[in-house]
């Protein structure tokens, strides 16, 4: 089959789910609407493993080039001759994988919920938002036009929001789809502006067209771009600071990160799929998206790389302490995403200095599995636990020593302890920043060890420790979600089951991939390896940091108890997140609304609202304006008319002297 | 020559045909149910929209004061479109009323000034056009007579703007003393940046900026918006305005080519003030048509942006973005409009739990305003995207950045709209409401019109190809 065929039903088979789904109505498919979603998604993975098998190992690889295809490409609005918003799908090593990822974790969960979100009312809108998050995560990866993946950008943020908002009747659920929606749009914001910026110099809005000439340092729209300057930066600086803003916001890196942890109001198997695996990645897919137009611009590079170092380490040191299990997790991933944004930020084009463009989506790839199993887990265990909380938890290994079994390949893993995928990602990653940077590379082994240390505590409170639940399981706690109970006894039905075995497996052998052979920036394929002894130190650390989590966790103790107390106030401000969140609601509220919104509010109860008192007065002057006499607003009103034509010629007059003199 | 004039007037008499048919409706003794005599007015309404897109030629009548090529005819077509809409709408509320075929007689004398304002090709027949346009619309502004707030509206309303038409006027004038003619055609060759000329051309800007509510020349708008009936109110905010930038464009793209510097800064300070002020102001409402008075306000900066970008791709922006605007801000006038009709509300407040009682209404508000507040992927983004990339044509960036951000914050607002239907529980739910089979017709078609201009659009191109031609 030749990619044109096939490759549109990948986003199009989700977008029929959603709209069967939507349109029938949330009674008539009641039943059935899971099994739907959940079949049109398994052929829509299927397709894109299928596409991914032709690409790498039949038709991509061309003379030892991965070739760029474009199957589909749908000319939609011209702007102008040249400037025009395309729809097409773009297969290239990095869209083929992330098409791979999404529908694959976007199947496990939608398999998963099955049994989880099952006696849920609105089970038929779930996975009609569900199926409208996969549409729009692929069209996103897919899009071969800057515009294109704008908006569907947008209309990622838009489901993510439908999706953290689902228990729309707990206020803080509202609150935190609220927050997520406005802090990415304004994020996004940059990225519109970058766009426009990069389209109007460029003169094009097509990812290759645009690429080919911005990188191409004789191009006369390269020229253009970094002749141009506004506040003493080139405009591709501009431009790709503000795309990389946008980025930022997705991928909730320092400081826009803030909307990430309350994003976890939703349902767990959402936070899997769009807080984990997908949609936060979405900004380090959008660096390495443009990354050959990054690499011409090295200062914008500096920036992702400390904007990613700090956000790991920000992220790791907060999660020590938090005692949510979804809140620990949401900050382990804001940690991991800042590894793949700093290994971006250090690599460079051509060859081996591009190892960290290869370790970045590598650790992308390996951390979709071992991520979303964790939240998985998390939420098989939270169905038990009917709370979020650490404190409510302790011995469920004999509980549930599936989950536990699941959970501990997920937090190996993620610790870098090979031969767990995360080992494999982490390593490369690791190289590249040594390669570059000593001190990105020291906060990275330092971040390694925390995360070790913070996961395995999150592990032996959950599945050591002395039990803490009550026997009883008949749902009297109301704080966790979906309060029917699990189907085929206290793991889940088998679906549930099904889904962390292979999401394990994954996270088991994903590390295995040879990434420098499929994905490498410059499209020229070849063999790398990390040294054996390389590993040593960042292992041992990370061995060393699960002993001492197993110490003060593992079993019940005042170890941590004295810890906390002896670190006391450093310990309040982790705790509290740094008070970031706090940091923006002062500036919000005591600095830009009494700075423009009070004005603004003591103009218009002043001057509009003061002129409107009542309906006596308004008879009144109706009265007098018939009379002839009119009434103050009215001149009022002219006044400012006046004032305001005045102005206008007393700036022309300005602009005349300025242009002839 | 006689020919000529039937072919090339065709619009400006078929709407003149229409208002003599409805005066002799009016002074026939035969007694006719409102319903029948909305019913034919809307018939012959659609029909005259239709009757737009047959026999689309270019032409000169009346030594080349009235001039006509397929882009005017496109935006005449544009205007009758706005007007069924409305008309269709205002079913529920013309029903009750006393003087329908009044109403109507306005309604189309108001049509008619406006075409003979974008087909005029001198200054005397584009004011004559402005006035014709303008003075029966303050009647209309009345025309909920039992009502103070609409009489004082439309006091308020026929003041400032004879006041506006006088600093215009005064302008025109100038502009004959100093050139010597009235053409639009011979004035271009004739400025030669005296400064009075300069001035007067200030003037028209002026006049103009009122007649859009460019900020500060708005402050009437909330309040004639607020008094006047839904239907007027969407008549002023949506037909009415694209009426004026119709020709605005023209005028300062081809009158005022030549002081292009002067004006572009000048209209780009005006535009993000615009934005701005509308933004802040829409944030405090609490009444819905004030609110929709001040989200206008806005977007009329957006246009601005796009106009100030001086180029055949800015034109296009600007009809391209006023048909969607069209749609969109009538799909939301549309909805208002049957609440205040039907149930008498009109506060943001009573959409609280709209969801609920009325599903389908509150998707047509909630997708209307996600269009006017340029979500993609409905149609309002891409006017909107277009508007700042013709915008950024000039490369100021600072003024793309804030109108971006204003982008943001008016999500914020529209967004309230859309949590108080969908999320809020309401203590005094409105009653169900039946919906009428003319307003379902105008609410489908709005709908259709955002999703459609947005999502398979040959009408942009079709634009910029006729103005490039």
Redesign the interface.
Same mark, same amino acid.
């Given at each position: 089959m030749h990619y044109a065929d096939y490759i549109l039903l990948i986003p199009l088979l989700p977008l029929a789910a959603f709209l069967l789904l939507g349109l029938a109505g949330r009674n008539r498919l009641r039943k059935s609407a899971g099994l739907i979603a959940s079949v049109l998604m398994l052929v829509s993975c299927t397709l894109a493993l299928y596409a991914a098998w032709r690409y790498f190992f039949v038709d991509g690889l061309v003379d030892g080039v991965y070739r760029q295809i474009v199957p589909v490409r749908y000319n939609w609005l011209i702007f102008s001759p040249g400037l025009s918003v395309d729809m097409g799908i773009l297969l290239d090593p990095i869209s083929v994988m992330m098409l791979v990822v999404v529908t694959f974790v976007s199947l496990m969960v939608h398999i998963f919920s099955l049994g989880y979100m099952k006696g849920e009312e609105r089970f038929t809108t779930y996975y009609a938002f569900l199926s409208l998050f996969t549409f729009s995560m692929l069209g996103l990866v897919a899009a071969s036009n800057i515009l294109e993946t704008y908006i569907f950008w947008e209309l990622v943020g838009l489901s993510s929001y439908l999706l953290i908002g689902f228990y729309y009747d707990r206020p803080a659920a509202v609150s935190a789809a609220k927050k997520a929606f406005i802090v990415t749009r304004f994020a996004d914001l940059g990225f519109l502006i970058g766009i426009l910026i990069l389209a109007f110099q460029a003169g094009t809005l097509d990812f290759n067209t645009l690429i080919a000439r911005l990188t191409d340092a004789g191009s006369p729209q390269f020229a253009g771009i970094t002749a141009a300057s506004f506040l003493g930066i080139s405009l591709l600086g501009w431009a790709l600071g503000l795309v990389f803003i946008g980025g930022a916001g997705k991928s909730a890196m320092f400081p826009l990160h803030i909307w990430l942890p309350d994003a976890m109001e939703g349902p767990t198997p959402v936070s899997a799929l769009i807080h984990a695996a997908t949609m936060v990645v979405a900004g380090v897919y959008l660096v390495a998206r443009l990354f050959p137009v990054f690499s011409m611009d090295p200062p914008v590079l500096q920036i992702v790389t400390w904007v990613g170092a700090l956000s790991a380490a920000f992220a790791a040191i907060v999660a020590c302490t938090q005692t949510d299990i979804k809140k620990v997790l949401a900050f382990s991933t804001m940690s991991q995403i800042g590894y793949m944004m700093f290994a971006l930020g250090v690599a460079r084009q051509g060859g081996e200095a591009g190892l960290g463009y290869t370790a970045s989506l590598f650790h992308l790839f390996t951390h979709a599995f071992f991520k979303s199993l964790l939240f998985l887990c998390a939420g098989s265990i939270i169905h038990v636990v009917h709370s979020n909380e650490l404190k409510e938890m302790g011995g469920l290994r004999k509980r549930m020593p599936f989950t536990h079994i699941a959970f501990l390949i997920g937090c190996l893993a993620i610790a870098g302890i090979p031969p767990f995928s995360g080992f494999f990602s982490k390593e490369e990653i690791l190289l590249a920043a040594w390669r570059s940077n000593a001190l990105v590379y020291g906060i990275g082994l330092v971040v390694s060890a925390i995360t070790a240390f913070y996961m395995f505590r999150l592990y032996f409170s959950i599945f050591w420790h002395e039990s803490r639940i009550p026997d009883r399981n008949d749902g009297s706690h109301s704080a966790g979600e979906a309060l029917s109970s699990p189907e085929g006894g206290l793991e889940g039905s088998p679906g549930m089951k099904f889904s962390l075995v292979v999401l394990s497996a994954g996270a088991l052998l994903a590390g295995l991939v040879p990434f420098s052979r499929f994905i490498v920036p410059d499209e020229r394929p070849h063999d790398s390896h990390t040294p054996l002894s390389f590993s040593i130190l960042p292992v041992s650390l990370a061995l060393g940091a699960i002993l001492l989590a197993g110490w003060l966790y593992r079993r019940g103790n005042d170890r941590a108890e004295k810890l906390k107390i002896g670190l006391g106030r450093l310990y309040q401000v982790v705790y509290q997140k740094f008070y970031i969140d706090e940091a923006y609601i002062f500036i919000t509220k005591k600095i830009v609304f009494p700075l423009v919104g009070r004005p603004a509010a003591w103009v218009d109860k002043h001057i509009i609202d003061g002129l409107m008192n009542g309906l006596a007065l308004i008879v009144a002057k109706v009265a007098w304006l018939i009379r002839g006499i009119q009434s103050g607003r009215l001149q009022q009103y002219m006044l400012y008319f006046f004032a305001g034509a005045f102005g206008l010629v007393l700036l022309f007059v300005y602009y005349f002297n300025h242009l002839h003199t | 020559m006689p020919k000529d004039f039937f072919a090339l007037m065709k619009g400006e008499l078929l709407v003149g045909l229409l208002i003599i048919v409805l005066l002799f409706l009016k002074i026939g003794n035969k007694q006719r149910s409102n319903e029948t005599l909305l019913r034919l007015i809307n018939g012959l309404l659609l029909f005259n929209l239709a009757a737009g897109f047959f026999c689309i030629r270019p032409g000169n009548l009346f030594g080349n004061s009235f001039q006509t090529d397929p882009l005017r005819i496109l935006e005449k077509n544009m205007l009758s479109l706005g007007t069924l809409i409305i008309s269709l709408q205002a079913y529920d509320w013309l029903r009750q009323h006393k003087h329908v075929v009044e109403f109507y007689i306005l309604l189309l004398s108001t049509l008619l000034g406006m075409f003979f304002m974008i087909s005029a090709g001198n200054l005397l027949l584009f004011f004559v056009g402005l006035e014709l346009s303008t003075i029966p619309l303050a009647a209309l502004v009345n025309f909920d007579l039992d009502k103070? #707030?609409s009489?004082?509206a439309a006091?308020?309303f026929i003041?400032?703007s004879a006041?506006?038409s006088g600093?215009l006027l005064f302008g025109i004038s100038m502009l004959y003393g100093t050139t010597g003619t009235i053409e639009f055609a011979i004035l271009p060759q004739r400025l030669d940046g005296d400064?009075l000329q300069?001035?007067s051309m200030?003037?028209v800007?002026?006049g103009f900026?009122?007649k859009i509510s460019v900020v #500060?020349?708005h402050?009437?708008t *909330?309040?004639v918006y607020e008094g006047a009936p839904v239907a007027v109110t969407s008549y002023l905010s949506v037909v009415s305005k694209a009426a004026i930038l119709f020709v605005l464009t023209p005028v300062l793209y081809t009158v005022f080519k030549s002081p292009g510097?002067?004006w572009v800064?000048?209209l780009f300070?005006?535009s993000i003030l615009t934005i701005i002020v509308g933004n802040?102001?829409a944030?405090?409402q609490q009444n819905m048509k004030r609110f929709l008075a001040f989200s206008s306000i806005s977007q009329m900066g957006f246009i601005l942006i796009g106009i100030g970008g001086q180029s055949?791709?800015g034109r296009s922006?600007v009809i391209y973005f006023l048909l969607i605007y069209i749609f969109s801000n009538l799909g939301a006038f549309g909805v208002v409009a049957l609440m205040s009709a039907r149930a008498g509300r009109e506060r943001i407040d009573d959409y609280k739990g709209f969801y609920k009682s009325h599903p389908a209404l509150s998707w047509v508000l909630a997708i209307s305003l996600f269009s006017l507040a340029g979500? #993609?992927?409905t149609a309002g983004?891409?006017g909107k995207?277009?508007l700042?990339?013709a915008g950024?044509?000039k490369?100021h960036?600072w003024l793309?950045?804030l109108a *971006?951000?204003n982008?943001?914050i008016s999500?914020?607002y529209y967004?309230r709209i859309v949590?108080a239907m969908?999320?809020d529980e309401s203590r005094e739910p409105v009653e169900k409401m039946r919906t009428g089979m003319p307003a379902k017709i105008a609410l489908t078609v709005c709908v259709g019109g955002i999703l459609v201009t947005g999502l398979?659009?040959g009408a942009?191109?079709y634009m910029?190809s006729l103005i490039a031609r």
């Open positions: - | 103070k #707030p009489s004082e006091i308020k003041l400032s006041f506006s600093l400064p300069l001035f200030i003037l800007l002026t900026a009122f #500060p020349f402050l009437w *909330a309040d510097d002067t800064p000048i300070l005006l802040l102001f944030l405090r055949a791709e922006a979500i #993609p992927p983004f891409f995207f277009f700042l990339l950024a044509g490369a960036y793309i950045a *971006a951000l982008m943001v999500l914020y967004l949590k969908f999320m398979a659009s942009y191109q910029h």
